[in-house]
RNA sequence: GGGGAUAUGGCAGAGUGGACAAAUGCAUCAGACUGUAAAUCUGACGGCGCAAGCCUACGGUGGUUCGAAUCCAUCUAUCCCCA
């Protein structure tokens, strides 16, 4: 493998980056990686706690692919063990234990989304729960005397906590030492992480230290906002874009986001051609852009396509979108509501669908429900529009 | 180990015997306006019933009472102070 100079690696590097814990160490890595011709191993840790990633993850995961083709050694840590912990990074309550057969999934679905962005080259996959099962008791002891309590304490989320009046288990003090240790075996040279993992991934290089080995350098990208514009985007906020979601369902939550969030994404994703996306200044038409970029690269081109163009029949044009497809329901002895149930299959109470057909709030073949005593007859087609965004097609047989 | 406090709907947080399906805010959903933007305004926001109403719900269990989120006992969990 040839590298390019380091002073160039670095430049690259450093795009799109928040921090870079210590940099003078960095560039001293870089040199010595070039001279003696040896790829630098960078960490990144997951931990399976839900079963997809999101945007926010592919910041970290495109810097990945930037080490990968500088031809670096990616680490890509699944926290297997850890995620039984639950990182108690910006959390305000303490996890809820999982399952481990929850945890397996998950780890396993991770792979194939990973891929969507890194190549299948220069990629070791490790599993924290290959070296933390069985691990000793006297080891571990060992490992937590080499962290102090008021230290950790200073931590902003557990300071927090403890000020608040809230529960923070030793487990959860145990985590980040954890985190730590997982870059002693990992023989991390880069660990990288959002800004919110700074504390865990400088207790890294302080645990590497402490066994005297080389110490890592803690690379930070940006933290990216959730769709409501307020939080980190997360699963739990449910405020996430899934690099598992459908092209439709991505494309729409895209749709979905303020200008001014708009304009951060474009900075946060696309920092290498926000020229392209600032020519376009009718800011529909920039945000139809970004949804369409962002699919194509998770999906491709003609679904991008599709999915812009369901949008536009749904919400733009208000129709009735093409691709539902039509379902058949007997009608025997059922009424309005019996009907409402079975094609929504379940998903609103009969308190709600009276609550939308109160508020006008569904469609029969265009016009809007405003009474129960509607019966469809046999042979009849429907097409039906609950809210806005639930579409049925039904015959009635 | 001792003492004190707290536990309410997705979250935060009122409510101290009937007027409580439980104020208010956030979140959510719908309608209006739009670019399904955002902001704003209006309404809804446990379930079942066209409705009167019924059922389920204020940490768990058991009691007092005509009646309990509210009182008592007990259990559990959390926090604080002392040791």
Redesign the pocket.
């Given at each position: 493998m040839q590298f390019i100079k380091p002073n160039k690696q670095l430049e690259i590097i450093k795009q799109n980056i928040d921090a870079i814990i210590p940099e003078d160490e960095l560039i001293k890595k870089l040199e010595s990686s070039y001279e003696n011709n040896v790829p630098l191993r960078v960490k990144a840790g997951f931990d399976p706690t839900t079963s997809h990633l999101h945007l926010g993850h592919s910041l970290i995961l495109r810097k990945l692919k930037v080490f990968q083709e500088l031809g670096h050694q990616i680490c890509f840590l699944i926290g297997d063990f850890t995620a039984k912990i639950g990182d108690p990074t910006g959390r305000?309550?303490t996890r809820p234990p999982l399952d481990q057969e929850v945890i397996d999934n998950n780890a396993s679905t991770y792979k194939d989304q990973v891929f969507k962005i890194l190549k299948d080259e220069n990629v070791e996959i490790l599993y924290n729960s290959k070296w933390f099962n069985g691990f000793d008791l006297s080891n571990l002891i060992q490992l937590t005397s080499l962290e102090n309590v008021a230290r950790l304490l200073e931590r902003d989320d557990f300071k927090k906590r403890?000020q608040a009046?809230?529960?923070?288990?030793v487990t959860e003090f145990l985590y980040p030492i954890l985190q730590a240790y997982d870059s002693v075996v990992v023989k991390s040279d880069i660990e990288m992480g959002g800004t919110d993992q700074m504390f865990n991934i400088l207790l890294g290089r302080q645990i590497q230290k402490a066994f005297e080995m080389p110490q890592q350098i803690g690379i930070f990208v940006p933290i990216l906002e959730g769709?409501?514009?307020?939080m980190k985007m997360s699963k739990t906020l449910?405020?996430h874009i899934e690099l598992n979601d459908p092209p439709e369902e991505m494309?729409?939550?895209?749709?979905?986001?303020?200008?001014?969030l708009?304009s951060k994404y474009i900075k946060l994703l696309y920092f290498d051609r926000s020229d392209f996306f600032n020519e376009i200044l009718d800011?529909?038409d920039?945000?139809k852009l970004l949804?369409h970029t962002i699919v194509s690269e998770y999906y491709d081109a003609p679904s991008a396509d599709l999915s812009q163009e369901l949008?536009?029949t749904?919400?733009?044009?208000?129709d009735f979108p093409g691709d539902i497809s039509e379902v058949q329901i007997q009608l025997k002895d059922k009424?309005l509501?019996?009907l409402l149930?079975e094609i929504s299959e379940n998903s609103?109470?009969?308190?709600?669908?009276?609550?939308?057909i109160?508020?006008?709030?569904i469609?029969i073949n265009r016009n809007k429900l405003t009474s129960?005593d509607y019966l469809p007859e046999e042979e009849e087609k429907w097409e039906i529009?609950?809210?806005?965004?639930?579409f049925y097609k039904i015959k009635f047989v």
């Open positions: 305000d309550k403890y009046g809230e529960a923070i288990t769709l409501d514009g307020k449910d405020n494309f729409g939550k895209v749709m979905s986001i303020s200008d001014d708009m800011p529909l920039r945000k949804g949008f536009e749904k919400f733009s044009k208000k009424n509501l019996d149930v609103f109470s009969r308190s709600e669908l009276k609550r939308f109160k508020d006008k709030a469609e129960l529009k609950i809210g806005k965004r639930n």
